[in-house]
């Protein structure tokens, strides 16, 4: 699929911002649940406009290995395989894991791998890019849900920033 998708309730454009199909941007819904039109047979995925531009903007020549460290849900992981060679998604949650891989299975162009491994051991020898979207507190979004500011706490933080850097190393 290269244009628009629509039916009765859904009417989703591809952005101006790439010909890409991973930046898919969705213009109305009429309930929450109508996203699975579509959706559910790998039309499109749902990305931030971070994520989108991440992929849309990465330099990637031709043939590149990706390893995804922290990859659930996998937006990214789906976007960088319709371009790379090959993207190995890891995740160290096996239910994350779990949810990455029907993402992938959904949507995923067949470059896309999914293992279950701790971004501190990284499962490859050699990757020509390494993405790492590292685990946070989730306060980039506070506006959804609102109390997310009120749920860390200088011990999370802590300890978040000590994993952080371990996967940095």
Do not use: M
């Amino acid at each position: 699929c290269t244009g628009d998708f629509r039916n009765e309730t859904l009417v989703v454009t591809l952005a101006k911002l790439s010909h890409d199909l991973s930046y898919w941007v969705l213009h109305r819904l009429a309930l929450l649940g109508l996203v699975d039109v579509g959706y559910r047979e790998g039309a499109f995925i749902v990305q931030s406009p971070a994520q989108a531009l991440l992929t849309r903007y990465a330099d990637l020549p031709e043939g590149t290995v990706i390893y995804d460290a922290c990859a659930a849900p996998g937006g990214k992981t789906i976007s960088f395989g319709r371009r790379a060679k090959a993207v190995v998604a890891g995740e160290a949650n096996p239910g994350r894991a779990r949810r990455l891989a029907d993402n992938i299975h959904r949507a995923g162009s067949g470059r896309e791998y999914v293992v279950v491994a701790d971004g501190r051991h990284p499962p490859l020898r050699q990757a020509d890019l390494v993405l790492l979207d590292a685990p946070g507190l989730r306060t980039g979004t506070f506006a959804r849900p609102p109390d997310a500011r009120w749920r860390g706490s200088p011990e999370a933080l802590k300890s978040l920033e000590r994993l952080q850097g371990t996967l940095l190393e």
